[in-house]
């Protein structure tokens, strides 16, 4: 440990930062900033980047042409399955300890007479308000799945451990029953960020490096993936001499513009915001044959639109589980898969989540020597969702939730050396079983123009709608919907 301690010294030499938060929601909303900027470092320093092959998520968009000579390599480590589960429990630990003696939740004020009555009385829905089931409980899977990750093990290795520390939590580590939407939430929505940030932290490390570089790699590195960073530091890599890095296979998109929402689609009722996305393309989209693990090609889209009073944060997040490449017409190309998905969508007006296994069929078309169209389309099974209801505070919540399906539509066309035309729609339904009973269902829609400035660099104008429709058994139905115009700017890194 001294040794440690001693390589600590040396490796960091900074001032500590001191952040103070006023509430959870300006927290995430850093968090989502501070992943942004740090998406951008990466990509920077890590890797000769072009655009990739267009490919859906939620409502992200984006499209590139890619150079399919980098191999994507992880750090590799020796397996150790027993580390991780040692850690999980530590975990668990440390954070239960934290609401005990310093917070003082009464939730944690656990006895062997509470761990008998959550085996006893079984699981329920529970009352935690939206940022906490839908964004931390997976934020805390993500944790749980990337000790297994970052000791060695592969993505289908390390997903008990994710399954294994939520358990624990529900059954002992709280005195209320264990939650339904919880044990889907926390491990299964895990998973899915935790292989993304367990890849893209990877993206970050290059032990060939030293000194100022290295630290700021090596620190950007674990803020992404904090067990990957703390099995760094016990192992001693943070510090050790090794080659240089590969060039991975990826592509990085970063829009800067404004973004101004019609409240009810009225023109005097609006509110402008400042936007910023990044996209993150991992792998090929078509060099299926390629595709050897879960998760070798993914698509990540984050976004904050940030004003006085007000924001709007998402992460759009699929991953190929499985994929293959698909006979349809001649000269294109096709490809159907199997996907996990994640949608998360937060802002004063309205909230959206989804967990989601998704089958899809992508397909390009070259239509001339100049312009191209691709073609998607989506079936997904929704294994937890939510929804907010302004019903839902007489049953002790702030949204609704439970099982569903989506569907999504979509079409790009490109035209070479002069941009693109494309629109995505995607359709929710979400099935309440905790909140006020009723049927949800969501749209998203986005129409779209990219005018090409220079080789990487796209001026952009968007026009999204939103709309929600309840049907409710025991109240009044409601039904609204929101606009926006976005116009911005957007660099491939």
Known sequence: MKKILQNIIKLIRI???NLSFSNSKRLFRNSLVLMIITVLFSTNLMAQTNYSEY???????????????????????????WLPAVEVVGLNFGVWATHRYLTKESWSAISWESIKNNFKNGFEWDADGYLINQFWHPYHGSNYYNTARSNGLSFWESAPYAFGGSLMWEYFMENESPSYNDIVNTPVTGIILGEISFRVSDLIIDESTSGFERVIREFSSTLIDPMKGFNRLIRGDMWKSGVKSEKHNFGAIISLGAHNVFFSNKMNDSKSYVTLRADLNYGDQFAVNEHDNPFDFFTLHTEVNFTK????????????????KLELFEKSKNIIGIYKEVDIHINTIYKLSATSITGQIINTIPLSSSVSLQNHAGLSAILMGGTNSQYAIEYGKDYNIGPGASAKLGFNFNFKDLGEFYSNYKR??????SGADSEQFVGLLNIGLNYQLA????????????ERYGEYKNYPDTQDANSALRFYVKQAI
């Open 15 to 17: 001032k500590s930062l």
């Open 55 to 81: 490919l859906p998520s939620g409502l992200s968009d984006y499209s590139t042409k890619r150079d399919t000579t980098n191999s994507v390599t992880l750090n590799q480590v020796e397996k150790n399955y």
């Open 309 to 324: 009073g007000d924001n709007i944060v998402g992460i759009f997040a699929s991953g190929a589980v499985w994929d293959g």
């Open 428 to 433: 929710y339904w979400i099935h309440t079983l």
């Open 455 to 466: 080789d990487k660099t796209f001026l952009g104008l968007d026009y999204l709608l939103y």
